[in-house]
């Protein structure tokens, strides 16, 4: 049963960075896209960033040059690096896992979420 674990959430004054983590298990993710997505107060859960978990170039949402997403084979973790965070990056972020050969944007295509983590940042 695979399980994707997000933590590392809180509040932060703009400017400020955080870094949030997915724990992922219960399978292999080899050959598996992983992924975060966003969800703000009134709006449509929207991609943030995604790479392969076999490794390649990760795939960002055109606005998001702020943010890094990485991950640890070792610890079966997934990362996301935020810098200059902006209040209108207040959302629930969720990790997302997907049988996929591209990291995919299309949150369609993702089998499995987390229950996700809430970042808010204070003007």
């Known amino acids: 049963q695979v399980q994707l674990v997000e933590s590392g959430g809180g509040l932060v004054q703009a400017g400020g960075s955080l870094r949030l983590s997915c724990a992922a298990s219960?399978?292999?993710?080899?050959?598996?896209?992983l992924a975060w997505f966003r969800q703000g107060p009134g709006k449509e859960r929207e991609f943030v960033a995604a790479m392969l978990w076999n490794g390649g170039r990760p795939n960002y949402a055109n606005w998001g040059s702020r943010f890094t997403i990485s991950r640890d084979n070792a610890r079966n973790t997934l990362y996301l690096q935020m810098n200059s965070l902006k209040p209108e990056d207040t959302a629930v972020y969720y990790c997302a896992a997907a049988p996929s050969s591209f990291p995919t944007g299309d949150r369609h295509r993702y089998d499995y979420w987390g229950q996700g983590t809430q970042v808010t940042v204070s003007s």
């Open positions: 219960g399978r292999s993710f080899r050959n598996y896209a």
